[in-house]
């Protein structure tokens, strides 16, 4: 029910942009987030964007080099992705919940998942 695309293999310091469709009945009034995971860790919160899109909150990792944003009119959400480091390689979902924003999410509170998009930075 989401799909999640856009990930790759970048060198240290090159930019990506992940994106999530979805169909609308998901995708209107959710909050929707990205998390990852890295081999042989837990899934770990990354950036979540509150519906319409107005509340947004980042992992002290990846704040001011991320940057979340939707277009409800597409349905989709995207996660741009700046100044990657190798650190940030893992498989990366995006997830949506039916229910209040709160920023610094867990996983478990979020319903739909997409299946994952590797991305790879090289040192």
């Known amino acids: 029910q989401l799909q999640a695309s856009g990930g790759g293999l970048v060198q240290a310091g090159g930019s990506l942009r992940l994106s999530c469709a979805t169909s609308g009945r998901i995708f209107s009034s959710h909050v929707m987030a990205w998390f990852r995971q890295a081999p042989g860790k837990e899934r770990e919160f990354v950036a979540i964007?509150?519906?319409?899109?107005?509340?947004?909150d980042y992992a002290d990792s990846v704040k001011g080099r991320f940057t979340i944003s939707r277009d409800n009119a597409k349905n989709t959400m995207y996660l741009q992705m700046n100044s990657l480091k190798p650190e940030d390689t893992a498989v990366y979902y995006c997830?949506?919940?039916?229910?209040?924003?709160?920023?610094?999410?867990?996983?478990?509170?979020?319903?739909?998942w997409g299946q994952g998009t590797q991305v790879t930075v090289s040192s």
């Open positions: 997830a949506a919940k039916f229910g209040v924003y709160r920023s610094r999410p867990v996983a478990a509170e979020f319903n739909y």
């Open positions: 964007i509150g519906w319409p899109g107005g509340s947004t």
